[in-house]
């Protein structure tokens, strides 16, 4: 070869070996001692006792002590009818929640942004948010207060003349119940998302349009909404990652014994048959795992496509 | 309706502004009206409630339940305890989620490895019965600091947080090396200040976290004087447990005893756990919206 093709820069050589490296950073290893500590006492040690999924759990032999008896746990869940519907409940509540509650954010965010910005828009803004911060045990009493047989909603009724309806022991209003409630909570929150987002929408499209002789509507519909679609697309994606959690911090303040066979999620049947005085702790340990590892597999799926579609995925840069 | 540019020059609103501002008006009472029905419900006493069951409108000022709830005790002392778990919850949560982020934004050697072990703990986790028995053998279950450690690492924050501080002007932390500054004192003179907003942020979020956190301390903490707030309202309105209805022990003035009911009582616990968030809220939306939209574009 030519001692021209060779590259005019020396390329550096690694003298430093991996022992070396370590002592140089031995701070970092001690700063993140702490948080690194925790996750192993908080996080990591549980996951042994996810070991109970294989094992029928004997009081007297402890965890460890217990026999192992492989997938048998796993089988009963296919063949105990309340493991079943709480599945079918989980999934069928949690795509209605997607389908059903992405849509107000995004319409109250379309029809705040109409309104200029000032104390009237978030004066708004403020009391939309409001109800975000208060945890489901302080909503859930103001929603059941409201909804109860003598409550706000059916002295409204009576008022109009219609008869007063039980709304929270009814097995068909349960369910739009929740929805609306949550939509009541959350939306607020949700509009601050796509409010940045639609202030990021390019003007002069806005301007286009309206000189093609588009109304407003028409602009929200052409220009603003294929604008934001991108954030539309990854609060879906991240919905359809969270489709076995359901909402059970909503569900078990909300739920009663009447209507728990449409409000029965997975985390409120694992809570029921855990703390009962002849749990079989290995099952419902068996049922959390099974939860558990659809959810990571649905986490995957939903980082890989939001990393299609945004050129990074949810937990990495 | 079509938009006629012209007009929007001038101050006048469209009419189309002005349906849309009366409609999210109307939205704006939706939200307020049910927590405007609860707190004139916990003002009522027995006999308005009973012939005023719609409770729009106050009807009197009447502290009946109030004075009920204070002398049966225990809402101070949840206060207390949850006051405690919010302060030591975020301190911790703080330290760990800084000290961890700043070494993640450094190279060094196992960095790949630890940080995926804090990834896997995102979506990953041992499940409600593993943990409750890890808490078991760590001899932590009864205590506060359960609840306060449990909840103190946040994978997500720690992300933001590294971002954050892998984005800091590297000339600053080279400024602070030239004038002999080891390791230690460059994260705390020198880093940390820089992120104050985003702290502020993040600590905001896991202050509120731990305030609502209800479920874990109803597990784990039994005896009354530990509960938090959260713990102290779910009892107060779930009739199985309440420790404060007349069934029992009457905690009223005998004049009070018949103005007291059950609804009324469980309005004004209600209200007091609401109180501290009503008050505090307003000040903090705009650090809360802000840490919101940061921590979205960092991802």
Redesign the interface.
């Given at each position: 070869m030519s001692k021209f093709s060779k590259p005019a820069v020396v390329k550096p050589i690694r003298h430093t070996s991996l022992w070396t490296r370590i002592k140089q950073s031995k701070y970092l290893y001690l700063i993140i001692l702490p948080g690194m500590l925790q996750l192993i006492v908080f996080s990591y040690f549980p996951m042994t006792g996810i070991q109970l999924a294989f094992k029928k759990y004997n009081a007297t032999h402890g965890i460890w002590g217990s026999t192992w008896v492989g997938l048998k746990n796993f089988r009963r869940i296919f063949i105990t009818p309340a493991a079943v519907k709480a599945i079918i409940n989980t999934l069928e509540i949690s795509f209605s929640r997607i389908a059903i509650e992405f849509i107000p954010p995004i319409a109250l965010a379309i029809l705040l942004n109409e309104i200029p910005d000032g104390r009237f828009r978030k004066g708004l803004q403020t009391i939309y948010t409001f109800p975000h911060f208060l945890s489901w045990v302080i909503v859930a009493v103001v929603v059941k207060n409201f909804f109860t047989y003598s409550g706000g909603i059916n002295e409204l009724r009576i008022i109009f003349g219609l008869d007063r309806v039980n709304y929270l022991s009814s097995k068909d209003f349960f369910r739009p119940l929740l929805y609306f409630s949550d939509i009541w909570k959350e939306s607020g929150w949700g509009t601050i998302i796509y409010l940045a987002a639609i202030a990021a929408v390019d003007p002069t499209l806005y301007e286009a349009a309206q000189i093609d002789g588009a109304n407003r509507w028409q602009q929200t519909w052409h220009v603003t909404l294929p604008g934001i679609k991108e954030i539309i697309i990854i609060n879906l994606i991240l919905g359809i990652g969270g489709v076995m959690n359901a909402g059970f911090d909503q569900i078990f303040n909300l739920t009663n014994s009447s209507v728990t066979s449409v409000s029965q999620i997975i985390d409120t049947y694992v809570y029921d048959i855990t703390f009962k005085a002849t749990a079989d702790y290995g099952f419902s340990t068996a049922v959390g795992l099974f939860k558990s590892v659809i959810n990571m597999l649905l986490l995957f799926v939903a980082n890989f496509a939001a990393k299609h579609m945004l050129g990074s995925g949810i937990f990495s840069r | 309706?079509?938009?006629n540019?012209k007009k929007q020059k001038k101050k006048r609103h469209s009419g189309?502004?002005i349906i849309?501002?009366l409609?999210?008006?109307l939205?704006?009472c939706?939200?307020?009206?049910?927590?405007w029905?609860?707190i004139v419900?916990s003002f009522m006493s027995k006999s308005q409630y009973n012939t005023h069951?719609?409770?729009?409108i106050p009807y009197g000022f009447n502290i009946g339940n109030y004075e009920h709830l204070i002398n049966a005790g225990g809402l101070l002392n949840s206060y207390l305890n949850t006051a405690i778990i919010v302060i030591c919850g975020t301190a911790c949560s703080l330290?760990?989620?800084t000290?961890?982020a700043?070494?993640?934004s450094?190279p060094?050697?196992?960095r790949k490895l630890?940080f995926s072990?804090?990834?896997f703990?995102?979506?990953?986790?041992?499940?409600?019965?593993?943990?409750y028995?890890?808490l078991k053998s760590?001899g932590l279950l009864g205590t506060r600091t359960a609840i306060i450690?449990?909840f103190?690492?946040s994978g997500f924050h720690?992300?933001i947080m590294k971002?954050s501080f892998e984005n800091s002007p590297r000339e600053m932390e080279e400024a602070a090396k030239i004038d002999g500054a080891?390791?230690?004192m460059i994260?705390l003179r020198v880093l940390l200040p820089l992120q104050s907003p985003m702290l502020a942020a993040i600590g905001l979020f896991t202050a509120?976290g731990y305030?609502?956190?209800?479920?874990w301390s109803s597990?784990v903490i039994n005896k009354m004087e530990l509960l938090p707030i959260?713990v102290f309202?779910?009892n107060a309105?779930s009739s199985a447990t309440t420790q404060i209805n007349f069934g029992g022990v009457n905690f009223s003035s005998p004049e009070n005893q018949k103005n007291v009911f059950t609804?009324g009582i469980?309005?004004a616990t209600?209200v007091f756990?609401?109180l501290p968030?009503?008050c505090v809220?307003?000040f903090l939306?705009k650090y809360?919206?802000k840490g919101?939209?940061t921590g979205?574009v960092k991802?």
């Open positions: - | 309706m079509q938009n540019p189309q502004q849309i501002a409609f999210l008006l939205w704006g939706a939200i307020f009206i049910p927590f029905n609860a419900i069951t719609a409770a729009l330290l760990f989620t000290m961890l700043y070494g993640f450094k060094f050697p196992g630890f072990m804090m990834l703990t995102m979506f990953f986790g041992g499940g409600m019965l593993p943990t028995l890890n760590l450690l449990m103190s690492l720690v992300i971002n080891n390791d230690l994260f509120v305030w609502n956190e209800w479920f597990l959260s309202l779910r309105v609804l469980s309005m209600l756990t609401m968030v009503m809220y307003p939306q809360f919206a919101v939209l979205a991802m």
